[in-house]
């Protein structure tokens, strides 16, 4: 018995794959329909993600070098540099502390400036005018309040010859950096979910619209007892191949696009967006995102046959109790 239960499920399998295998040739164009849609959506989380990471890289870049320097009187003595050292180096939000003296910020400002003979000669016609410096690199820029109230009290305020760097345009600056990757995570997130969303009513109006077209049919295996997931299956299959056919093609588009602008724009960023990054992440971690791609796509279309499908029988079991009823009263 164990046997011939287990090779009836097997035939039923296959019957139920070869239904939906057919399928989605005989409604081809309504099939190339919700392919097209789903090939837009997974197209764009696949942009999405890889744009996210590319965003977050450049933010790290861009984080890793911003300092909070601190400009020293002369006459600061080392005892007070030290002390200053040594309290910056116990916050919790600062990664490193380094003290450039003045020979050492004379030799980095002639180095910086070597093609520009200007600079030099006003430089070395005085004395050394460049202040020693403690530059602060914190871990998080965006949380730079403890290294701004330590720095703002009168005693370490009288120690500095000068505005420290993180003030003025240049904290502006930094400060849009970080709102702006922020503002970029959450809509990274809101259009991933919205394009699902649009991808998955599309694909159940395609199925519903199949479902219409074969009502007939269902309604008759129905009717001779076939069970739900005999008739909800082959619609599930199908969405599936909906799902691996757009996980294919968005991943080819993807690198046929990152192919293109390699070759013809011979660009290696465009704003904030790496692109040389994006495409060594993509090459990186192309069986993540294929893998990616098949899971996001047999999942938005077999929830979309779902709940198409499971409609479907719910109205038609409905009509038919209703029909039942009527009958007996008629008898």
Known sequence: MGKQTRGRRSTTLGRIFKTGFVNFFRNIS??????????????????FVIANATFNHSIEEINNKIVVSVYLKDNVSPDKKDALINKLQGLDNVKSVKYVSKSDALIQYRADNKDNLELLQAVSQTDNPLPATIQVKPKDPTRNEEIKAILETPDIKALQSDETSYSGDRKEAIDKISNATSFFKKAVLVSVIVFTVISMLIIFNTIQMAIFNRRDELRIMRLLGASTWFIRGPFIVETMFYGIVSAILSIIICNSLFLIQDQA?????????????????????????LGMQFLLGIFIGAVSALIATKRFLRFSQKKSHVLWRRRQQTL
């Open 265 to 289: 724009f011979n660009s290696s960023s465009l704003g904030l967006l790496d692109l040389t990054y994006a495409n060594q992440y993509f090459i990186d971690h192309f069986y993540i995102f």
């Open 30 to 47: 309504l099939s190339v329909a919700a392919t097209a849609v789903m090939v837009v959506t997974l197209t764009i989380v696949l942009f």
